[in-house]
């Protein structure tokens, strides 16, 4: 079975620190940052905005959804491969 999460962002905390609170990879957090650049900056990411982290059964994340506002959303679907790449989409 999936585990969903549901918080907001702290004031001072960042999406490295919510990521690597659920055993993800700093390689990993790093791609993310990288990747993400043409789609969604993730330093923007701001206290008081929710977040959802969904886990799947061995205990691992495989989605974060973080909620800029009522109605667009970032959605990061991390993908275990070799390459440490993971699928950011945004919605408009």
Do not use: W
């Not at 990521?19 to 990411?45: G, T, W």
């Not at 070799?82 to 945004?90: G, M």
């Amino acid at each position: 079975a999936h585990e969903v999460i549901q918080a907001q962002f702290e004031p001072d905390q960042y999406l490295r620190d919510v990521l690597l609170a659920h055993a993800v990879k700093p390689d990993i957090i790093e791609a993310i940052a990288q990747q993400s650049v043409n789609i969604f900056d993730v330093r923007k990411m701001r206290a008081g905005k929710a977040y959802t982290i969904i886990k799947n059964e061995q205990d691992a994340v495989d989605y974060f959804i973080y909620e800029k506002n009522e109605a667009d959303y970032v959605v990061i679907r991390f993908r275990l491969l070799s390459s440490n790449r993971c699928n950011l989409t945004r919605s408009m």
